[in-house]
């Protein structure tokens, strides 16, 4: 698989025209560091694996590095944007406002053509995997522009913000599932579950801005949205997407694989660790990026992990005639087998 040489040249000649003590700056507002949310793609790449009784192959390997490689840079170019766009509202964040952008250590033009090449070389790769996959990318990269750019701009009204935003989880979910298997397409309530736990994750950051900007004026000049809430107000939301999120994986598991109900108490514990998470100051919620270096959660996630591998892998028809005794287990298909 190669890259498009007319792609690699407009990076080379962007890359060339930028100020040699601006080029960090540049660097930096692709987040790259970012990219371990892109974690989130091999749950999709998981369930098309076990869903599907396919076995993992060496070309399978070499796809999902791939498409992990184009997601990364799709992402890349939806953090370039965000950085342009939300530069003048970062000037009053007690810790964004040193962002390459707001504090001018870039090149304004040059990063849109960064922004640009960026999501080219993305999409050129996803296109060597597969059509579907290809879209689902296109999707990411376009959901960045509803979120970030006027007059649209979802990041300025309540609710839609935490909504649009979240879209990229079911969005990942996606490309994972369809580097394994891009002729079919992941189960409903699996995406929507995705989505809703993708809204608990984003609400909760909301919170944990809330909480660190304590004057309201400040609240308001940073992100419009959070002027609408008060601090009782996102808890509440977040409830909403947490309950949402367990009622549609139970639909999820009912009619796929009802093994999975006894993944629920792990990730209760998982979300759990995460909104205790959230209380902290500068905490780990509102920079995402950083989870990795919470032990509590990389522990409750790992058992969560392990849990669900062993639900898919493990044929329990004992748990089955225990939670539908007069056999409608049957006639709901409950099971991949």
């Known amino acids: 698989m190669s ?6 040249a407009s990076l080379s000649v962007a890359v060339e025209r930028i100020p040699q003590n601006k080029l960090k700056g540049h660097i930096e507002i692709a987040r790259l560091d970012h990219w371990v949310k892109n974690i989130s793609v091999l749950p999709g790449i998981a369930a098309a694996l076990a869903f599907g009784r396919i076995s993992c192959t060496a070309g399978l390997v070499r796809a999902s590095i791939w498409a992990l490689l184009a997601t990364g840079l799709i992402a890349s170019s939806n953090y370039v944007l965000n950085e342009l766009m939300d530069a003048p509202f970062d000037r009053y964040h007690p ?18 053509v960064e922004w640009i090449i960026l999501a080219a070389l993305g999409l050129t790769i996803a296109r060597a995997l597969s059509g579907p996959l290809m879209l689902a990318l296109v999707g990411l990269w376009g959901m960045g522009c509803v ?3 006027p007059p649209v701009r979802t990041k300025d009204i309540p609710y839609l913000d935490v909504l649009t935003e979240a879209v990229n989880n079911p969005l990942r979910l996606l490309i994972g599932w369809f580097v394994i298997s891009p002729n079919s397409f992941p189960p409903l309530f699996l995406l929507l579950s995705y989505w809703m736990v993708g809204c608990y994750a984003m609400a909760l950051k909301r919170y944990a801005e809330h909480l660190q900007l304590r004057s309201e004026d400040r609240r308001a000049r940073y992100r419009k949205s959070l002027a609408f809430f008060s601090a009782s107000g996102l808890l509440v939301s977040i409830m909403f997407y947490a ?72 044929d329990m028809p004992k748990l089955h005639r225990a939670l539908f005794p007069s056999g409608e287990v049957e006639r709901l298909n409950v099971t991949t087998r």
Do not use: Q, W
């Open 95 to 112: 810790t964004k406002c040193t962002r390459p952008v707001p504090s001018g250590r870039i090149s304004i033009p040059v990063a849109y």
């Open 243 to 314: 309950t949402t999120s367990m009622l549609l994986f139970g639909a999820f598991l009912i009619s796929h694989r009802l093994e999975l109900v006894l993944t629920f108490p792990a990730i209760a514990l998982v979300m759990a660790v995460y909104l205790s998470l959230a209380f902290k100051p500068d905490s780990a919620v509102e920079h995402p990026e950083k989870l990795y270096r919470e032990p509590k959660l990389m522990l409750a996630l790992g058992g969560c992990i392990i849990v669900m591998i062993l639900c898919i892998r493990v």
């Open 3 to 8: 890259l498009s040489e007319d792609n690699l």
């Open 147 to 149: 979120y970030n750019v």
